[in-house]
């Protein structure tokens, strides 16, 4: 079965810092990757996905996600972050050709001034 | 962009009722939907897809008498928790998923308070 490993449960920096935050998958066949943020009491927000092609993916507010097939990595990068970028963010997998998707347990991104 | 509209937002009920949760996909057609159900702090746990005219397939260890789960047509799947008890008291979150652009677009969430 497929799984996704969110390394880090939380991730605090300071404003304006650069930030990764990190996923990696477990599938051998092929994949469609995603990174979604949730703010409190809301649903989730699609902030880039991974189909095919070019392996840097480039998505809303300002994030990148690299996408590392030998590494089975998908991790979220920000070269500046904001305070209003504090929320909790989820990577997520679908298995070519399978509607369902497999979530990471997320991380909790705190940015501090 | 696609959009899907879940509502309420928030729901106070007593114990022993019913609470119906709407999820509709406003601007696409949605032929598979599928409810979420998140703990405090927790990730998304997948509780059911569904597919426009017929039975929605549970996950394993969801019980499909007390979650029912009806998607009428191409832009609207329901949930309904029936006999509600405290414990099954959670943020509900559904999404609707699309061809074009293929992804999966999520409703704001119902928070569900059994008191």
């Known amino acids: 079965a497929q799984s996704v490993t969110q390394l880090d449960s939380q991730v605090p920096v300071f404003e304006e810092a650069p930030v990764e935050l990190r996923c990696n998958y477990s599938?051998?066949?092929?994949?469609?990757l995603f990174w979604y943020v949730q703010y409190p009491n809301q649903g989730l927000q699609l902030l880039l996905k991974?189909?095919?092609?070019?392996?840097l993916v480039k998505g809303i507010n300002g994030f990148e996600a690299e996408f590392n097939k030998s590494q089975t990595s998908f991790h979220l990068r920000k070269p500046s972050v904001h305070i209003s970028d504090t929320a909790e963010y989820f990577c997520?997998?679908?298995?070519?050709?399978?509607?369902?998707?497999?979530f990471g347990k997320g991380t909790k991104l705190t940015v501090n001034p | 962009g696609a959009v899907v509209s879940q509502h309420p937002s928030w729901v106070i009920c007593k114990s022993g009722t019913s609470v119906k949760i709407e999820c509709r996909s406003l601007?696409?057609?949605?032929?598979?939907m599928f409810w979420y159900r998140q703990f405090p702090k927790q990730s998304l746990m997948l509780m059911a897809t569904?597919?426009?005219?017929?039975?929605?397939?549970?996950e394993q260890g969801v019980e499909k008498d007390k979650f029912l789960i009806n998607h009428a047509s191409l832009t609207l799947s329901t949930l309904t928790v029936t006999s509600a008890h405290p414990e099954d008291s959670s943020f509900y979150i559904c999404?609707?998923?699309?061809?074009?652009?293929?992804?999966?677009?999520f409703g704001s969430g119902t928070r569900l308070t059994v008191v």
């Open positions: 999404s609707a998923s699309s061809v074009k652009p293929y992804g999966y677009t």
């Open positions: 599938s051998s066949v092929s994949v469609y």
């Open positions: 991974y189909l095919s092609g070019s392996t």
């Open positions: 997520a997998v679908s298995q070519g050709g399978s509607e369902k998707l497999v």
């Open positions: 601007d696409f057609q949605a032929t598979t």
């Open positions: 569904s597919n426009e005219g017929s039975k929605a397939t549970y």
